[in-house]
């Protein structure tokens, strides 16, 4: 037979005054209110959509470069753990240097050039003159049009036989310019054509930044004896410097990756002389008989690496000038 012992309750010790402390209460779960509920909801399908369109590429893009891959592989999922090893394939390679220097300098000179001919367009719109509405909206044509009709209208107009850039430099007594087929001017054709493209997105963000800057502060300068350059480097620039480095940094996110305009004026030539990071990842991923999976991989790591970089840069830059 057995006994059962039972371990009285022991009740806390009374303090120096007699009086016995109270026990502590029992943390209670808190039911989420309708309020939590509702915000989960909202953010689940953006959460949802970036895993499946962003995270899980990009991880796919890492894994892709860390192996070696072929196409047998690439079908059975069965490629072997390399490393670092295509990354080194890319950085010994010779066509390395070059590309980044085209890439460096394909992207550089658009962002320059996009981004003083939108403020000038914007500054220039917001006169407020008669049709500035109708001629503002017919600027957006270049960023309305698929790439693919643009790249091809700008391959004809340069075109070294037929182009009507060749046409009018005939007519002022110029000879014809191999704009596509030579080495020396494949890269400035290619940058031409994406600077028209770019143009009227940098229009709309910096006009739309000129909207925000009070009329007071020019009529106030005005009575000072400021003339129009006074105003547009004392009050335009300096009040317009956000809106200014949010348009350049989604500038060099979308220049960095531009694919489709050069591959199809030049196809990264001749010679390689309009190769930048973006075609060259896709010639050596799709564009050889035997493709490199890994490495075209891991040059498309490096524009990631770059674009998150400068973007870490612009969030420690405007952290830095936000009122503590």
């Not at 915000?39 to 962003?54: E, G, I, K, N």
Request: glycine share 8%; with cysteine.
């Amino acid at each position: 037979m057995s006994h059962t012992t039972q371990v009285p309750h022991r009740r806390p010790a009374p303090g120096p005054s007699g009086a016995v402390p109270a026990e502590p209460p029992r943390a209670r779960r808190r039911r989420p209110t309708s309020q939590q509920l509702a915000a989960w909801a909202f953010l689940a399908p953006v959460a949802l959509y970036l895993a499946l369109f962003y995270a899980y590429p990009l991880y796919r893009n890492v894994d892709l470069s860390l192996r070696d891959y072929t196409v047998r592989s690439f079908v059975q999922g069965d490629a072997p753990f390399t490393g670092l090893e295509n990354y080194r394939k890319v950085f010994d390679d010779p066509a390395f240097g070059p590309a980044l220097t085209h890439t460096i300098v394909f992207t550089a000179v658009c962002l320059v050039f996009q981004y003083a001919i939108g403020l000038a367009l914007a500054v220039f719109f917001n006169q407020h003159f008669r049709l500035s509405a109708t001629l503002r909206a017919l600027f957006l044509v270049p960023w309305l049009l698929p790439l693919i009709v643009s790249a091809s209208t700008w391959s004809w107009m340069l075109n070294s036989d037929s182009g009507i850039v060749n046409a009018l430099l005939g007519a002022v007594g110029i000879g014809p310019v191999n704009w596509l087929t030579s080495p020396d001017w494949s890269l400035t054709s290619v940058i031409i054509a994406n600077i028209w493209i770019g143009v009227p997105f940098n229009l709309v963000l910096l006009y739309s930044g000129l909207q925000s800057i009070p009329a007071s502060l020019y009529e106030a300068s005005a009575l000072d004896g400021a003339g129009p350059w006074r105003r547009f480097w004392s009050i335009t620039f300096p009040l317009l410097r956000p809106v200014s480095a949010i348009t350049l940094l989604l500038g060099l996110v979308y220049t960095l990756k531009v694919f489709d305009i050069i591959w199809i004026m030049t196809k990264g030539g001749p010679a390689d002389s309009s190769t930048t990071f973006a075609t060259w990842s896709y010639r050596l991923g799709f564009g050889n008989l035997l493709p490199a999976f890994g490495p075209g991989a891991a040059v498309g790591n490096l524009l990631v690496v770059a674009a998150l970089v400068f973007g870490l840069v612009y969030l420690r830059v405007q952290r830095k000038q936000a009122p503590a």
